[in-house]
């Protein structure tokens, strides 16, 4: 059976991207790559959008975020981080690591912390030189107010750095309008690569801290970056393969334009949530993102059960709950390239899933919710 | 054109990997990742050979020469750097970058250190923690002889760390037998997949240091991958695509045979260093490696000329020198999956070229005295 993806990375690739990717491999020294790559860069910005300077790295998410620790921040700062959620908690532990001091500003997971508190932390605290957070908790499904955190911060020297890894493409970053200093994305979600490469915005202010910032650091040295990308390389062998891929995903992002992309996740993300409202279930967050929609699931239906039937019958991939949410909560994700036909599969397939399990609902109800929704 | 790469990395992608990279994402949180996981890595360990642990970071080469450091040193460790070249000097620019102090044993761009200029500094120095080394020397084709260092290391506390990222599958990195505690190769370079993967390997003195290393790290630190790769996983997504392309690599080389793949890089390797003594040009290596070959140009081939011209009209891509090398020296590298027939591909498109570019030899002598090495 054909797998199909449902999850927050790593999502569905496209046939343009597969194809892209299995061309001749461009040689990172040779004379064609520096066009490759300057094209590439320029065009990622429209992403966010953004015209600060954006960096390409060969790493996993978590690796991004420690490249945006280490370039800002120097031992013994004090840094707000904001978060309700596994990946809002890295943000700290990425922080200890480098002795950085850490005002937690959280809340229980599904929640979203308001930008009111962030403003009294920053107020209370002159100190406080960055606030970190997460634009979409994938692991609750729940996403933060950037913009409204931005106002917050825009009154302080705080910088803001923001993990859009699992939110990019399914909400705009703005990070001029937003007040962003530092924006984060992986390959693996909302562009439908494969995982190991990801990309750093840093504004003007941003990069003037990393001029400044004391954290050791030589792999994720911006300044290396910086100086290889005005060549048109990278400083060390960038993963070029999926730069050919990214080339492809950034068209088609063109083609379907970036305010269609929006359209297209907010679209489906609530058609996933009506659906589930309709046969009595709950979104565990209270702002779902439109990355993802996290059920909670009523105690009768184990969800790592119901992740194994869905797979097992319709090749359907889906995310469990991580940590205490392991079996209690079922991530369903529309991030990257999925197809409104997609989402009416994988509505279908858990209506009868949930149906075979014991779940009683008035059958159909969530297809022709998510149909409603979906126009 | 179809373009052919003789480079030491990215290497030639054999269509066994590009299709396994190609078929579905394998879910890194699904039940199916920890038995492929497990496999790819225990499998790995039989091509340095080794018993040690086995890591795979998502990270370029020079990533994973952090992560070996970061993770035995401390800052205001002594460490000796025995480089002649520029992947070697990386090593100081990495310590450095952590405030680790440096003892350079370093030589003239295309020698090797000899392991007995190691044995007096560490004799001289009995604080040394660490000496750091270059198996194959990309930059120059130089290779260092590890089992001597090894054996030089061998009557001191200090740990041995190899940079074996363009010599695995060239020539053995077995760390029982030579002494080495971290060993290191990339996914680009013998095993002929994408870039964006890499191994590092520890030995229990390794391990122990690892407890008690003071540079800070959160991405590579070796205890968050000890921890989930227990349980199947990587602490954050490992290149899952990459994954799936390295079990078909190492199903190639188990195929083959590791010991027979060391015998194809030192057959073509001597080939093609027959081919170049044959029309009158030097290595520029002392003691050449089996990876690739640098080759030393007259003065009157400028070897930027050389690399375009071949590019251009057999799609034949060699690498060029590296920083005051460039236009000197040409790269040609037989690593990864090169056949013999590539090698005599090569060595005849470089006759060609050489002769159309006014250099005066005896026609046919190169590809002669290649196949006569190729047997």
Redesign the interface.
């Known amino acids: 059976m054909?797998?199909r993806?449902f999850?927050p990375?790593?999502t569905?690739?496209p046939q343009a991207v597969?194809d892209a990717?299995?061309g001749?491999?461009v040689?990172?020294?040779?004379?064609d790559f520096p066009e490759l790559l300057t094209g590439v860069v320029e065009d990622a910005k429209k992403l966010f959008p953004t015209q600060d300077e954006l960096f390409l790295l060969?790493?996993?998410?978590?690796?991004v975020m420690?490249a945006a620790v280490v370039n800002t921040l120097s031992?013994g700062d004090r840094v707000i981080v904001a978060q309700a959620g596994n990946f809002g908690a890295r943000w700290t532990?990425?922080c200890n690591?480098?002795?950085i001091e850490v005002v937690s500003v959280d809340g229980e997971w599904g929640t979203s912390i308001g930008a009111e508190r962030i403003a009294g932390e920053l107020t209370a605290d002159a100190s406080i030189k960055a606030v970190l957070t997460t634009q979409s908790e994938t692991s609750t499904g729940a996403m933060h107010d950037i913009p409204a955190i931005g106002q917050a911060v825009a009154d302080h020297e705080a910088l803001l750095i923001v993990d859009g890894i699992s939110s990019v493409c399914a909400h705009p970053l703005d990070t001029a309008a937003y007040g962003v200093d530092v924006a984060l994305t992986?390959s693996?979600k909302g562009l439908g690569l494969?995982?190991?490469?990801a990309v750093m915005t840093l504004s003007q202010r941003a990069a003037a801290a990393a001029e400044n910032a004391k954290?050791?650091?030589?792999?994720?040295?911006i300044s290396r970056y910086r100086a290889s990308l005005s060549e048109g390389r990278?400083?060390?062998?960038?993963?070029?393969?999926?730069i050919s891929g990214l080339r492809a995903a950034l068209d088609l992002v063109e083609n379907e334009g970036i305010a269609e992309v929006w359209n297209r996740h907010a679209r489906q993300a609530g058609a996933v949530r009506e659906a589930i409202w309709s046969i009595g279930l709950e979104c565990f967050a209270d702002s779902p993102s439109n990355a993802l929609t996290a059920v909670s699931l009523p105690e009768s239906i184990d969800g790592v059960e119901l992740m194994?039937r869905l797979?097992q019958s319709y090749g359907a991939?889906i995310?469990?709950g991580l940590a205490h949410l392991r079996g209690r909560v079922v991530r369903i994700s529309n991030l990257g390239f999925v197809t409104d036909d997609d989402i009416r599969f994988i509505v279908q397939a858990l209506e009868e899933t949930l149906a075979w399990m014991g779940y009683r609902f008035d059958r159909g109800s969530a297809i022709a919710a998510a149909d409603k929704a979906l126009g």
């Not at 060969?58 to 690796?63: A, D, I, L, P, T």
């Not at 494969?194 to 490469?197: E, K, R, S």
């Not at 954290?215 to 040295?221: G, I, N």
């Open positions: 054909k797998s993806l999850i990375g790593p569905p690739i597969q990717m299995a001749p491999i040689y990172h020294r040779g004379p060969s790493s996993s998410g978590s690796g420690e031992p532990d990425i690591a480098y002795g992986g693996q494969p995982p190991g490469l954290c050791p650091r030589f792999y994720f040295d990278g400083p060390s062998t960038l993963p070029v393969t999926l194994q797979s991939v995310g469990g």
